[in-house]
């Protein structure tokens, strides 16, 4: 059994190794202009994860719908595993793989985008979702691990944390999820708040409060 500073400096070496990765950085702000495109072009963002990866879907379509840093509008995002029946129903009716690109297909349309999560990039039910989106015109973003799995295949942009421990991949996951939060929520409302183009950290609490509305 590993102990807790063995953990710490486990997740801390995955941390080190994203940042070292400049394609990896890259294709972080890539997902960033790519939902920034969507919203501006009226359209919305959708979630799909299991487990915990369920709870980053649900915590990144949070940060866009209520608000991350600072207030401003809310922004169309959705994690499809928000409806309990429809997960239920799809499940018994169907089968477990479908309840995720039902949804999808149901609710997205042509120039949307669908951030898929996986750390394996093979689960059966996010990666039909993907194949969904590919059919209807939508965008996909793919959250993973090293390997990347069929999920990868099927993105538009990869974010492949390069670990291949399910604890490590969601806890560099949900940097991302925040730090792509920071970057649409600036890009789209900087300009409407008056705030300067870059910052080079988060902003204080003093900073929020002085924040005009628009």
Do not use: W
């Amino acid at each position: 059994m590993r102990t807790m500073e063995r953990i710490f400096r486990d997740t801390i070496a995955v941390k080190e190794r994203v940042l070292d990765d400049h394609a990896l950085l890259a294709a972080a702000d890539d997902v960033a202009a790519a939902m920034v495109a969507t919203y501006r072009d009226g359209g919305r963002v959708y979630f799909c994860g299991n487990g915990g990866s369920a709870a980053d879907a649900q915590h990144f379509a949070a940060e866009l719908s209520g608000h991350f840093i600072f207030d401003r509008p809310p922004l169309a995002a959705e994690a499809l595993h928000g409806n309990a029946s429809h997960m239920t129903a799809v499940a018994n009716d169907y089968d477990y793989e479908s309840v995720f690109a039902r949804a999808l297909t149901g609710s997205a349309r042509r120039g949307d985008l669908l951030v898929a999560i996986s750390t394996s990039g093979d689960s059966a039910s996010i990666v039909r979702a993907a194949e969904a989106a590919r059919v209807n015109g939508v965008s996909v973003v793919a959250m993973t691990g090293a390997g990347g799995g069929a999920l990868a295949a099927l993105a538009d942009i990869a974010l492949r944390i390069p670990s291949n421990e399910t604890g490590r991949i969601q806890e560099s996951h949900i940097v991302f999820v925040h730090a792509i939060s920071e970057r649409v929520e600036h890009v789209l409302f900087a300009d409407e708040y008056k705030l300067p183009a870059e910052r080079s950290c988060a902003f204080e609490s003093a900073d929020v409060a002085a924040l005009p509305r628009p």
